[in-house]
C-alpha cells in the first residue's frame, strides 16, 4: 500500500502565481485534509473533505481552494501565492469519527516557498 | 469548539531516562480521541498511541504510554527508557463531537535526548 501520497514535495513560487499540490490516498478512507505547518504553531486545518463531493473549511482556509470528485483525490489550489502561505503543508486521510482505528495518516509534506 | 495545549516548546532528557511531555485539552463532548504524533526531523509523521475518552485504562504502546486524567482534561504522553531516536518534535492532537470532523493539534514539544 502506498499510503498517502503527496506531490510535489518541494516547490519555488512567485508572488501572485498559482498551483496545486496534489494528494491522494488508496485507503478507502472517507476523511482528507490539507494542514499547514509554521514554527511554534504545530499543524493548522486548512481544509477538510468528509466524503466526495464534501468539503468544509478549517482554521486558516483564506486563499486556498479545494474539492473532492473522488474518494482517492483531494487536491489543494493555492489561487494567488503570496510570501505568508510559504509553509510546509501535509494531506492527510483517515476512518471517520474519533474512535480506535481512526489516526490520520499523513503524506510526506511539501515545503512550498513564495518568493 | 476543541482546543489542545502543549506548554513545553522543548524538553530535554538524559538517554534511558523517562520523559513526561504535557497536553492538555477542552471540549464540550463526551466523546473524543485523543492521539499523539512524533515528527522527526526528515519531517514525516508518525502516529504513536490513542487514547478513547471512555477509555478505563492508560494506553499503552511499547516505550510510550499515556497518562490520561479526564477530570484535568490532560493525556500527557510518556516515554520511558528514552533513546537517541526518540529526539523528534512530538504532536498532541484532539477529534471530537458526533461526526468529529476535525483534527486539531497543539503546537508541539521538541524533544531532545542526550547521550
Known amino acids: 500500500n502506498a499510503g498517502v501520497t503527496q506531490t510535489p514535495k518541494f516547490q519555488v513560487l512567485k508572488t501572485g502565481q498559482s498551483m496545486t499540490l496534489q494528494c491522494a490516498q488508496d485507503m478507502n478512507h472517507e476523511y482528507m485534509s490539507w494542514y499547514r505547518q509554521d514554527p511554534g504553531m504545530g499543524l493548522r486545518l486548512i481544509h477538510y473533505s468528509v466524503g466526495a463531493g464534501i468539503t468544509d473549511q478549517g482554521e486558516v482556509p483564506n486563499g486556498y481552494n479545494v474539492s473532492r470528485s473522488t474518494t482517492e483525490d483531494f487536491p489543494l489550489r493555492l489561487l494567488s501565492a503570496a510570501p505568508s502561505q510559504t509553509s510546509v503543508y501535509f494531506c492527510?486521510?483517515?476512518?471517520?469519527?474519533?474512535?480506535?482505528?481512526?489516526?490520520?495518516?499523513f503524506g510526506q509534506g511539501t515545503r512550498l516557498t513564495v518568493v | 469548539a476543541q482546543k489542545i495545549t502543549q506548554t513545553q516548546p522543548g524538553m530535554f532528557v538524559q538517554e534511558k531516562e523517562a520523559v513526561t511531555l504535557d497536553c492538555t485539552y477542552d471540549?464540550?463532548?463526551?466523546?473524543?480521541?485523543l492521539f499523539w504524533y512524533k515528527q522527526p526531523s526528515s519531517g514525516e509523521m508518525i502516529f504513536l498511541i490513542y487514547?478513547?475518552?471512555?477509555?478505563?485504562q492508560n494506553a499503552t504502546e511499547g516505550r510510550y504510554s499515556l497518562n490520561f486524567q479526564k477530570a484535568r482534561k490532560s493525556a500527557n504522553l510518556v516515554i520511558s527508557a528514552s533513546q537517541l531516536g526518540d529526539s523528534a518534535m512530538y504532536f498532541c492532537?484532539?477529534?471530537?463531537?458526533?461526526?468529529?470532523?476535525?483534527?486539531?493539534f497543539g503546537s508541539g514539544t521538541q524533544l531532545t535526548v542526550l547521550p
Open positions: 487514547q478513547g475518552s471512555y477509555d478505563e
Open positions: 471540549t464540550s463532548d463526551q466523546s473524543y480521541g
Open positions: 492527510a486521510s483517515s476512518q471517520p469519527g474519533w474512535a480506535r482505528n481512526t489516526e490520520a495518516f
Open positions: 492532537a484532539m477529534r471530537s463531537g458526533g461526526s468529529a470532523r476535525q483534527l486539531t
